[in-house]
């Protein structure tokens, strides 16, 4: 059973192994400590949501970030969007995935890493790359608007309650 299975199976049967997750492979772009509830999604989703009934509420979550198979310029010209729509105001953290196939088009096009560096000169919140959510072969589950706890530092993220309680049958 790969590690994403086990997670999960643990996350539904209430085991409490499940509520911290540690990211080896993970980088730490900026480092700290944030305590919110976790949204958010793919990168491509939350634009189009923007100034819809169904757009994502930043403020005091920790936000995560995910998609596929775009060009950076694409995800550069989507994170900018959310930027000027103001979605990073306010954030306590931001957990962005492995970004799987986003790759430039053209050589000299930059990293992942710059677009991040150009948009984030200097956060004042945690935020880590490159973690297992999303489109990846491990991934974690991630009950979004549960309360959680992100450490980018140790590259973590504790999830304050599973999502799921276990019901005495009595």
């Not at 954030?91 to 984030?120: H, P, W």
């Not at 880590?128 to 706890?149: N, Y």
């Amino acid at each position: 059973m790969t590690q994403s299975r086990r997670q999960f199976k643990a996350l539904l049967t209430g085991d409490a192994r499940s509520r911290v997750l540690r990211s080896p492979q993970a980088k730490v772009f900026s480092e700290g400590v944030a305590q919110g509830k976790i949204t958010g999604g793919c990168l491509t989703l939350l634009c189009r949501s923007l100034k819809t009934p169904y757009e994502v509420n930043t403020r005091n979550r920790i936000l995560l970030i995910e998609d596929v198979s775009e060009p950076l310029y694409r995800i550069d010209g989507m994170l900018w969007q959310l930027k000027n729509a103001g979605k990073f105001k306010g954030v306590r953290g931001i957990i962005f995935g492995e970004m799987v196939n986003c790759r430039s088009q053209r050589k000299g096009d930059g990293t992942i890493e710059d677009i991040y560096a150009d948009l984030f000169p200097n956060p004042g919140f945690p935020i880590l790359t490159h973690c297992p959510i999303g489109h990846g072969k491990e991934v974690w589950t991630l009950p979004l608007e549960t309360s959680a706890i992100l450490d980018s530092t140790s590259k973590s993220l504790e999830l304050k309650n599973c999502g799921v309680k276990q019901v005495s049958r009595a």
